[in-house]
T-cell receptor
Framework: NAGVTQTPKFQVLKTGQSMTLQCAQDMNHNSMYWYRQDPGMGLRLIYYSASEGTTDKGEVPNGYNVSRLNKREFSLRLESAAPSQTSVYFC????????????FGPGTRLTVL | ELKVEQNPLFLSMQEGKNYTIYCNYSTTSDRLYWYRQDPGKSLESLFVLLSNGAVKQEGRLMASLDTKARLSTLHITAAVHDLSATYFCAVVIQFYFGTGTSLTVIP
């Protein structure tokens, strides 16, 4: 059982470039999440998808877009990367919404130059 | 604005001694999580506290929740090296994480 997987593990971008972070879960969970983790700030929710077909903004959505491709997959897109988006990005999933335990992927370390 | 504050932010613990990490939050919530993160790794769920007065224990870690005080504590008994990690509390509104407590056990 792989749990939550993310690709890539590391990425370096130049300012203005675009990229998509991929996330997949094999636990048949309904809800999926994208967080960013910055030093001294804990994790902050970017977007979430409570169920297949729905997406909603979290605490820090600006500069990002998401797609819930199907029940398993939830991608995060940076259309025009900025140095302020240098961070570690975590995808997570839970069975039903925020009241269930979230299971986290291994993270993607993104550097924007 | 919702705030979830942990203290201390950094904690050097001597092996064998007891310590407590505090998590304060600024709005009503009846559910609180504790997570552990090892350096360069992802987050692992430790406890979920579902109601006022809830207490959960596993090994040397014990977590409690006081929803009236908007306070959760993570108590470490007789610290050992394996407990060195960063510990986060998280409050369910959407899902707001505390700033994290980086914990180092020194011999």
């Amino acid at each position: 059982n792989a749990g939550v997987t993310q690709t890539p593990k590391f990425q370096v971008l130049k300012t203005g470039q675009s990229m998509t972070l991929q996330c997949a879960q094999d636990m048949n969970h309904n809800s999926m999440y994208w967080y960013r983790q910055d030093p001294g700030m804990g994790l902050r929710l970017i977007y979430y998808s409570a169920s297949e077909g729905t997406t909603d903004k979290g605490e820090v959505p600006n500069g990002y877009n998401v797609s819930r491709l199907n029940k398993r997959e939830f991608s995060l897109r940076l259309e025009s990367a900025a140095p302020s988006q240098t961070s570690v990005y975590f995808c997570a999933s839970s069975e039903f919404g925020f009241t269930d335990t979230q299971y986290f992927g291994p993270g993607t370390r993104l550097t924007v130059l | 604005e919702l705030k979830v504050e942990q203290n201390p932010l950094f904690l050097s613990m001597q092996e064998g001694k007891n310590y407590t990490i505090y998590c304060n939050y600024s709005t009503t919530s009846d559910r609180l999580y504790w997570y552990r993160q090892d350096p360069g790794k992802s987050l692992e769920s430790l406890f979920v506290l579902l109601s006022n007065g809830a207490v959960k224990q596993e090994g040397r870690l014990m977590a409690s929740l006081d929803t009236k005080a908007r306070l959760s504590t993570l108590h470490i008994t007789a610290a050992v090296h394996d407990l060195s990690a960063t510990y986060f509390c998280a409050v369910v509104i959407q899902f707001y994480f505390g700033t994290g407590t980086s914990l180092t056990v020194i011999p």
